[in-house]
């Protein structure tokens, strides 16, 4: 389409969007055909909108988004056993769905972008026989966003896992969280550390109609977590987490009282490995920056803690190796550590 062409095309449906038109006069077939072309426009070529426009046309897409929210909720009320969302409603919700995600970062600065989540959050929940597409559209779009705003999306999903008022809400988040643990491991990576502290925080028995309620699904990410992440273990008899952070520390969490019962402060960078022995009692850690393996007491108690602090590391005397035990005012030291070297397969050399 030539620029004088696709000028003539906004001007002629910008008037027709929902936040500049009335339902009454315009309809709302057209002003969902003005969203949808506007944003087609905006998502591919964002400087072709007047920032006016692009505002307008932000704006409307999210009018659209909750319009059909309240539709399929007025659609199951008035059909039996919940049957199927109409045609109509089903086309501009996913249209909608995805032309957010796809133009996310042109409509962002003038939408409510957890509102949006939120409600994609719900869909991709939401696992209805009578929609199916919209539920795979929801997390499509959901993938889609987060490529580029995982922090965002990291974020509200979290928050809302621990704080949102309805019960559904947060049991959506979780489905989510297992979603991205299934599908897209590589975008939860650098974000483990915070899921896995909400996760356990959702577990507090001293809320115990929450605890009751989401330790199911939250037993399922933990276990998903375990399987795909090497710097996230379990140990099922003591029922103690373990997880490795990007700052070198192993975090290890109690989940009979949903707190943590130690930090383990001694790698200089990220924990990528880890693993509690058979029995419970130690816990290995292992980062490739700093090249160390440190083995620790992982029920250490008070008495454990105070051998630990007038102790020396055993093994791997080296001067390197000194460097980069934790400092004295680490709650504990390795009761051993091992420096490694890495071989460049390419040139045989040690790095």
């Not at 919940?82 to 600065?109: D, K, N």
């Amino acid at each position: 389409m030539k620029d004088d062409e696709k000028k003539a095309v906004i001007e002629y449906w910008e008037r027709f969007l929902p936040t500049s038109s009335d339902i009454e006069s315009v309809g709302q077939q057209v002003m969902a055909r003005a969203t949808i072309i506007l944003a087609i426009i905006g998502s591919n070529n964002p400087e072709a909108l007047a920032p006016e426009t692009r505002k307008e046309t932000a704006l409307s897409l999210t009018l659209l988004l909750s319009d059909t929210e309240q539709d399929i909720s007025e659609s199951k009320e008035n059909t039996a056993s919940h049957g199927a969302i109409s045609q109509v409603v089903a086309a501009r919700l996913t249209a909608s769905m995805e032309l957010l995600s796809e133009g996310f970062s042109t409509w962002e600065v003038y939408i409510k972008s957890s509102e949006v989540l939120r409600t994609l959050f719900m869909y991709a929940g939401d696992s209805q026989a009578s929609s199916l597409q919209i539920n795979r559209t929801a997390r499509t779009a959901i993938f889609h966003i987060a490529n580029s705003h995982m922090p965002l999306v990291i974020g509200t999903l979290t928050y809302d896992m621990m704080n949102a008022q309805k019960m559904e809400d947060r049991l959506a988040c979780m489905k989510v969280i297992n979603m991205f643990a299934r599908k897209r491991p590589q975008l939860l990576f650098s974000s483990i550390p915070r899921v896995v502290e909400a996760v356990v925080k959702t577990l507090d028995p001293n809320v115990p109609n929450v605890r009751d309620s989401v330790i199911q699904p939250a037993t399922s990410i933990l276990h998903d977590l375990v399987r795909t992440y090497p710097f996230v273990d379990f140990h099922s008899a003591s029922q103690k987490l373990a997880v490795g952070t990007p700052e070198g520390a192993a975090i290890i969490y109690d989940l009979r009282t949903a707190t943590r019962c130690l930090v383990l402060e001694g790698h200089t960078a990220t924990v990528i490995a880890l693993a509690f022995s058979p029995d419970g009692k130690w816990i290995i850690t292992c980062s490739l920056h700093d090249a160390n393996v440190f083995i620790w007491h992982a029920n250490p108690g008070i008495f454990g803690m105070l051998a630990n602090s007038l102790s020396s590391v055993t093994g791997g005397g080296s001067k390197k190796n000194s460097e980069r035990r934790p400092s004295a005012g680490s709650s504990q030291k390795p009761y051993k550590a091992f420096n490694f070297a890495l071989t460049n397969p390419e040139q045989g050399k040690v790095l």
